[in-house]
Structure formats: C-alpha cells, structure tokens
C-alpha cells in the first residue's frame, strides 16, 4: 500500500541546480533508511544517496561535495539537493524506501516511479 512520488526533475544547464523531492503515502508505516537512485541511458543503476531515520547519510564518489540528501521527519518527505550540475548527471532518478509495516511488522522496501533530470552542456 506504499507508495513514492517522485518530483522536481527536468532540464537545467550545466552548473545549475535542481532538488527533487519523494513523497510517501499509503498504509501506517515506520520509515527507515531512504535512498536516491539513478540510471543513465545505457549504464546501471547506481546508489547516488542514502540516509537513516537517524539521519547518518552515505553518497556516491561521483555526487560527493555536489549533492545533499536530507529528510523532513514531520513530512516524511526526502530531499535531494542538487548543486554544479554536470551533464554525466544527466539519468532517472530513483527514490528508494525501506520501512516496517505497524499492520503486519514486515520489514518491506518500495520504489518511485523516477523523475527525469536532463543537464545541458
């Protein structure tokens, strides 16, 4: 019954910024680490951020000093902040979600729909 909404990509120039947001919704649950993905034409999908419900956050070697990951906890909201866009940046990006569920206690994970983040040269 979880749900992720993806928002805030699109096309930005190269040294831009963007930040995407990922709302949850659906069955009571108890969020626990949140992450970001992305996945260019043609590569893998690769972990860009994560962050704990305690807050302790990990990046990418390629986004580190460049992008922040945050969360709201009164919204349940997750932030990506995205700052000196470069156009290798240019993917799908993911929200990622493991929670437990306070109606079944089953530790579960979920997925976006993505959001398009497109960096012109």
């Known amino acids: 019954q979880v749900q992720l909404v993806e928002s805030g990509g699109g096309l930005v120039q190269a040294g831009g910024s963007l930040r995407l947001s990922c709302a949850p919704s659906g069955s009571l649950f108890t969020l626990n680490t949140m992450a970001w993905y992305r996945q260019a034409p043609g590569k893998q999908r690769e972990l860009v951020a994560e962050i704990t419900s305690r807050g302790s956050t990990n990046y990418g070697d390629s986004v580190k000093g460049r992008f922040t990951i945050s969360r709201d906890s009164a919204k349940n909201t997750l932030y990506l902040q995205m700052n000196s866009l470069k156009s290798e940046d240019t993917a799908v990006y993911y929200c990622?979600?493991?929670?437990?569920?306070?109606?079944?206690?089953?530790?579960?994970?979920?997925w976006g729909q993505g959001t398009l983040v497109t960096v012109s040269s």
């Open positions: 990622n979600a493991h929670f437990l569920s306070v109606v079944t206690w089953a530790n579960l994970e979920v």
